[in-house]
C-alpha cells in the first residue's frame, strides 16, 4: 500500500504525557526574576489556567476536549505514506515512511497545538492572544484557531521571514490576524533592538519577547507559545500516535525515527509515542534521530543549562540545550528552526542517550527535498526537508550495510510558501553560512548564572 489511513472515529482522544516516562526528572522552570522554581500562578499572566495545569501535568494520558476534537476533523487523522518511489531512487533495501502533517488548513503539523491553546484561551474569556512566529507556520495556524473561536490574533514575524514569504503574513490576515515584523518599534524590546542592530533581521527569541511584552501589557490578553513548552509538545503527540497504528496497518514498527529540531514540538510529538516503548522497556532498538540546521545547532553545538526563551528574558528560565538567548542565527530559508533552544523534554532526552542529533546546511536538505519532489511529488518546506536528509542518510547506510531499515520521519509542512528559497537553490545562489565557535561562545557569556539542582 502506498498510504495508510484512519477513520475519524479512530482520531486519538487522548494526548500522551512523556512527563511521567521520563528516565530522569525535569529540572523545574524558573522566575525569570527571582529564579526560584515557578509556581503555577507566577504564568496566570501569560497562559490560560488550563494549558498552565497540562504543563506540570503528571498524568500520563490526558483527555482532549470533544471541541478540540471536533476542530481536528478537518484535516485528522493525517496521512501515513510509503515513499517507495524515493525508495527505489536511492537504490536501497530500507522501507521508508513519511507522516504528512501538510493536510492541515495551515499547511503544517502547527494547528495540533494552536486551537485547544486558542480552545482554552477562548473558554477562559481571552479576547487576543500574541505570538511569535518564524517562517510564518505558526502564526498561521494561531490565526486559524482565532478565527474558530473569536479570539484576537497578533503575531510577531520574525523580519528575515517577513521579507522571504510575504504570503504567510497574507494568510495569517486573511484568517484575521494582525502581523507584525520583528523587531519592531511597538515594543520596548524590540526597540531596544533596532536602537544596537537597525538592519536586525531578528530572531524568534526577539519575537518572543516582543510578544509576552504586549500580553503582559494588557488584561484581555495572553501568550500562545509555538513549540518548546511541554503543553505545546503534549498536544502534538496526536501524530505520533496515529503513526503508530498506521504502522501498524502495515505490519510495520520503526528502527528510525527522524525528525526536524527548532524548539522540538513537531519531532517530540512523533517521537515520543513511540520512545514511550523505549522508555517503558516494551521495545528495543528503535534509534531516534532529530535533524537541525548547522546555522542554528542547538543540539549539536549548543550548551545544557538554564536560559531564557526569549532575548528581552521575560519569559521562564527552561532548562535546556541553548546557544544563549542573544543568539541571532544566519538567515536561512529554515525559518521555523531558528530558535536557540529546544524543549526540555527532548533535550533531556539527548543528553541521556536517547535521541541522537544531526546538523545539516541548506544546499543539501534542499538537494533532498527536490530529489523528493521528483520522485514523490511533494514539495515540502525547507524544515521539513532537515528530516528529510536525516532519512535519506539512514537509508543509504542501510544500503551500505546491506540490511533492512524502517525509517519513519516528519513531513512537518508544505514547501508552497517558500518557492523563493527554492529558486534560489535552483540558481545555485543558495549559501551554505559557517557558524564560527567564537559567535556561539559570545553567545554563551550571556547566559544567566543558574545553576541546576538535583530533583
Known amino acids: 500500500m502506498k498510504k495508510f489511513l484512519l477513520s475519524e472515529d479512530e482520531m486519538p482522544a487522548q494526548w500522551y504525557n512523556i512527563l511521567p516516562d521520563l528516565p530522569k526528572p525535569l529540572q523545574p522552570p524558573r522566575h525569570p526574576v527571582t529564579h526560584e522554581p515557578i509556581r503555577a500562578e507566577d504564568l496566570q499572566p501569560l497562559l490560560p489556567d488550563e494549558v498552565i495545569a497540562q504543563e506540570f501535568s503528571p498524568e500520563r ?134 536602537a544596537e542592530d537597525p538592519d536586525s533581521p531578528g530572531s524568534l527569541g526577539i519575537a518572543i519577547s516582543e510578544a509576552v511584552e504586549d500580553a503582559l501589557a494588557h488584561d484581555d490578553t495572553k501568550f500562545a507559545l509555538g513549540s518548546a513548552m511541554n503543553h505545546v509538545v503534549l498536544h502534538q503527540t496526536v501524530i505520533g500516535l496515529e503513526a503508530k497504528r498506521q504502522l501498524e496497518l502495515a505490519g510495520d514498527y520503526p528502527d528510525v525515527v527522524v525528525g526536524c529540531v527548532g524548539g522540538g514540538s513537531n519531532y517530540s510529538g512523533l517521537a515520543f509515542p513511540f520512545l514511550a516503548d523505549t522508555l517503558t522497556g516494551e521495545r528495543t532498538g528503535t534509534r531516534f534521530i532529530a535533524a537541525e540546521p548547522a546555522a542554528c545547532p542547538t543540539l549539536t553545538r549548543g550548551r545544557y543549562t538554564y536560559d531564557y526563551p526569549d532575548t528581552a528574558g521575560l519569559g521562564p528560565l527552561l532548562h535546556m540545550k541553548t546557544m544563549g538567548h542573544g543568539f541571532i542565527p544566519p538567515p536561512i530559508h529554515a525559518g521555523g528552526l531558528r530558535f536557540h533552544g529546544d524543549a526540555p523534554t527532548l533535550c533531556l532526552l539527548h543528553e541521556e542517550g536517547y535521541v541522537e542529533a544531526r546538523a545539516y546546511n541548506q544546499n543539501e536538505v534542499f538537494t ?41 520521519f516528519g513531513f512537518s509542512g508544505h514547501g508552497h510558501f517558500d518557492m523563493g528559497a527554492f529558486d534560489s537553490f535552483l540558481a545555485g545562489q543558495l549559501e551554505d553560512y559557517e557558524l564560527p565557535q567564537e559567535q556561539i561562545d559570545a553567545a554563551f557569556a550571556d547566559l544567566p548564572l543558574v545553576e541546576a539542582k538535583t530533583v
Open 368 to 408: 533532498e527535498a527536490v530529489r523528493f519532489a521528483r520522485s514523490e511529488g511533494f514539495v515540502m518546506a525547507p524544515e521539513s526537508s532537515h528530516a528529510l536528509r536525516g532519512a535519506v542518510a539512514e537509508a543509504l547506510a542501510a544500503k551500505e550495510a546491506g540490511e533492512a531499515r524502517t525509517i519513519l
Open 61 to 194: 494520558w490526558i483527555d482532549i476536549p470533544d471541541e478540540v476534537r471536533d476542530v481536528y476533523r478537518i484535516w485528522r487523522p493525517s496521512p501515513l505514506y510509503r515513499a517507495d518511489r524515493l525508495e527505489k531512487a536511492l537504490d536501497t533495501p530500507a522501507k521508508i515512511y513519511f507522516k504528512y502533517e501538510a493536510v492541515s488548513p495551515a499547511g503544517s503539523h502547527k494547528p495540533n497545538t494552536a486551537v485547544p491553546q486558542v480552545f482554552y484561551n477562548a473558554r477562559q474569556g481571552v479576547r487576543r492572544v500574541t505570538t511569535e512566529t518564524g517562517a510564518g507556520q505558526w502564526g498561521s495556524a494561531l490565526s486559524f484557531a482565532g478565527s474558530l473561536f473569536g479570539v484576537g490574533v497578533t503575531v510577531y514575524m520574525v523580519k528575515a521571514s517577513f521579507a522571504q514569504k510575504p504570503h504567510r503574513h497574507s494568510l495569517m490576515a486573511t484568517w484575521g490576524g494582525e502581523v507584525f515584523p520583528s523587531p519592531s518599534t511597538r515594543t520596548q524590546a524590540g526597540r531596544k533592538i533596532l
